[in-house]
């Protein structure tokens, strides 16, 4: 649905950029945030994203040549030259994972600072979401500019201490009304076109960068005795299994079956977030990456293996480190030591060891589910980010 330019102001509006870096990552996050404070802070709030065919991918109603466009009561702006002149300083302003906004709108801020001091907008600075201890410490801190102007820094965490997590207040009821009816998740199944998936069969989803462990385990899972679904959408976790596939990834198209033994790859199609919700919880374990959706495959309860975001001198691995430790808190020692070494080897690429430890961990295990369900309440601490962050504003 088009909207009128001057729509996009009305002075009491937050603004949050972004740039579209993974299609469930940077723009995942800011989309669910946008909203969530729209739907249950009646705030105005405008999306500007750099791009808007990748953003189409989560929103598929989306048309990508409109420059002005509001869903869900968010009003989309495509982030470019000619409609940053409109761009009026609002309530609080946000540059998710520290994109940088134009100068152009530095030099607003610095305009309406010497003629209205009270009026600047809240600038926040929307980090990643890490479980390392240093978060707490630099949550909320501010940073003073060279141009004279004061930026958060905004960081998303485990702790009360942190900026909370991304998370709807209905969530997990309506997560816990769907899991209480497998009718549902057959009916979903059957929605994306994926045949022969019996109740009583194992399905796993999908969503990983590239890694040698996915195979081993799809080599390790064929000579299992019963059933086992794999749900993978095309995309990067389909580059580690061309040895095995039948066709060329481009030959691939949404809903084909490809049977290997005892394990049969479903292609997915593309969905919204609502869909991706909904296919985490219909799963009986999650392969997940990057930081969207890592946290809805926790909301889901349901076991998980975090593939992370690769990064130099495996910086990464100690990321993965730290959430581990905080996850397996109240995890039994005897499920908490296998589950961490599968996804430790899982992020190394490590396929002897990741199909050992995946033989080791008992995913059916009563402990290791009732903790899956356990986690999203121990997590969330009473708060989520959006409540936080709504406070945060008004206190300053």
Not at 143 to 153: A, D, E, P, R, V
Not at 290 to 302: M, N, P, T, V, Y
Request: glycine share 4%.
């Amino acid at each position: 649905m088009d909207i009128k330019a001057s729509t996009i102001a009305n002075h009491k509006h937050w603004d949050i950029f972004c740039v579209v870096v993974d299609n469930y990552g940077d723009i995942g996050v800011t989309w669910r945030l946008a909203k969530q404070l729209a739907a249950e802070y009646a705030i105005t709030v405008n999306l500007w994203v750099d791009d808007l065919n990748s953003f189409g991918h989560i929103l598929p109603a989306l048309d990508p040549g409109s420059t002005y466009q509001t869903f869900f009561d968010v009003n989309i702006i495509h982030w470019n030259d000619s409609s940053i002149e409109k761009y009026t300083p609002g309530v609080c302003l946000i540059e998710a994972f520290a994109c940088e906004i134009p100068s152009s709108i530095i030099e607003k801020l610095i305009n309406l600072k010497q003629i209205f001091p009270k009026e600047l907008p809240v600038w926040l600075n929307l980090e990643y979401l890490s479980a390392e201890d240093w978060v707490e410490g630099c949550h909320g801190l501010p940073s003073f500019q060279s141009c004279g102007l004061q930026k958060y820094f905004y960081l998303p965490g485990f702790t009360d201490k942190t900026g909370g997590l991304i998370c709807e207040q209905n969530l997990f009821d309506l997560r816990d009304s769907w899991q209480s009816d497998k009718a549902n998740k057959m009916a979903l199944f059957a929605q994306l076109g994926l045949r022969g998936i019996e109740v009583e069969h194992r399905v796993i989803s999908v969503f990983s960068y590239e890694t040698p462990s996915l195979l081993a385990l799809i080599q390790w899972w064929q000579t299992e005795k019963s059933p086992v679904h794999v749900l993978i959408p095309k995309g990067r976790s389909l580059h580690s299994l061309t040895s095995i596939l039948p066709c060329s990834l481009n030959e691939l198209v949404a809903g084909q079956s490809i049977p290997l033994d005892n394990v049969t790859l479903h292609i997915l199609p593309m969905t919204d977030q609502q869909g991706y919700d909904r296919l985490l919880w219909s799963c009986d374990v999650n392969i997940v990456r990057g930081e969207d959706s890592f946290l809805r495959a926790q909301w889901a309860a349901k076991p998980f293996i975090w593939h992370i975001y690769p990064q130099e001198d495996d910086y990464h691995l100690i990321k993965l480190e730290a959430f581990m430790q905080i996850y397996c808190d109240n995890l039994a020692p005897d499920l908490a030591k296998p589950w961490c070494e599968l996804n430790l080897s899982f992020n190394q690429g490590n396929q002897i060891d990741t199909v050992n430890h995946w033989q080791k961990l008992e995913f059916n295990h009563l402990s290791l589910q009732q903790h899956a369900k356990k986690w999203p309440m121990t997590a969330l601490n009473s708060a989520d980010l959006a409540s936080r962050l709504v406070q945060f504003v008004k206190s300053r």
